[in-house]
């Protein structure tokens, strides 16, 4: 069984901070995707890394897959009262057809 | 816009009842996948399918079963409720195979068991 551990569990900041979550495995993964999930929804696809070292930007959000394809993290800049949310990242190997959840960060950030 | 519909958003039964979750996909997925979701426990897989009239155990299969006669549908059973089956229902869909196996979510179900 592939684990992925998600730190910190719970995350709770002012608007304007700064933070990162991370994802960590003793296994290799082929690709890892994040989401978010907002109470009440579905987790909604973030973006996935395939390659080792890879580093993706959206907006606010950098996300950084590690050299050794174990790890990721997710960098948040200037956080937002919308940023609030569960942040999942889930890891999977080729071909495999589906993928190991970690069990998320609790995100809030308050205005 | 792509789209994977759970036909409630919420339920409520009764203990011994028979209780379907409906899923259907609209982007010609392959898999199909159907997670419960409860506090402190993360997403755990059910069941998930990878054709038409094929299914594969997950994590936690025992007291529910599944069924997919058509690619877009994806069903999910429990034979009989009980109130540890009390969850929030997630269904997903993927393309098959290759390095990528980003999921498209349902908006979920919240089952309560009484």
């Known amino acids: 069984t592939q684990l992925l551990e998600q730190s910190p569990q719970f995350l709770s900041i002012q608007e304007g901070e700064n933070l990162t979550v991370y994802c960590n495995s003793s296994?290799?993964?082929?690709?890892l995707q994040w989401y978010r999930q907002e109470p009440g929804e579905g987790p909604v696809l973030l973006v996935t890394?395939?390659?080792?070292?890879e580093v993706k930007k959206l907006k606010r959000l950098t996300f950084q897959f590690g050299d050794a394809r174990k790890d990721s993290s997710l960098h948040i800049t200037a956080a937002q009262p919308g940023d609030t949310g569960l942040y999942l990242c889930?890891?999977?190997?080729?071909?495999?057809?589906?993928?190991?959840f970690g069990d998320g960060t609790t995100l809030t950030v308050k205005p | 816009d792509v789209k994977v519909t759970q036909s409630s958003r919420y339920l409520v039964k009764r203990t011994g009842e028979k209780v379907f979750l409906e899923c259907v996909q609209d982007?010609?997925?392959?898999?199909m996948f159907w997670y419960r979701q409860d506090p402190g426990l993360g997403l755990r897989l059910i069941y998930f399918?990878?054709?038409?009239?094929?299914?594969e155990k997950g994590d936690i299969p025992e007291g529910y079963s599944v069924s997919r006669e058509k690619k877009e549908r994806f069903s999910l059973i429990l034979e009989s409720a009980s109130t540890n089956q009390t969850s929030m229902y997630l269904c997903?869909?993927?393309?098959?195979?290759?390095?990528?196996?980003?999921?498209?979510f349902g908006q979920g179900t919240r089952l309560t068991v009484v």
């Open positions: 399918s990878y054709d038409v009239k094929m299914k």
């Open positions: 982007m010609d997925h392959e898999n």
């Open positions: 890394v395939v390659t080792g070292g």
């Open positions: 296994s290799v993964f082929s690709s």
């Open positions: 997903a869909s993927s393309l098959m195979g290759g390095l990528n196996t980003e999921a498209f």
């Open positions: 889930a890891g999977a190997v080729a071909n495999a057809g589906k993928s190991t």
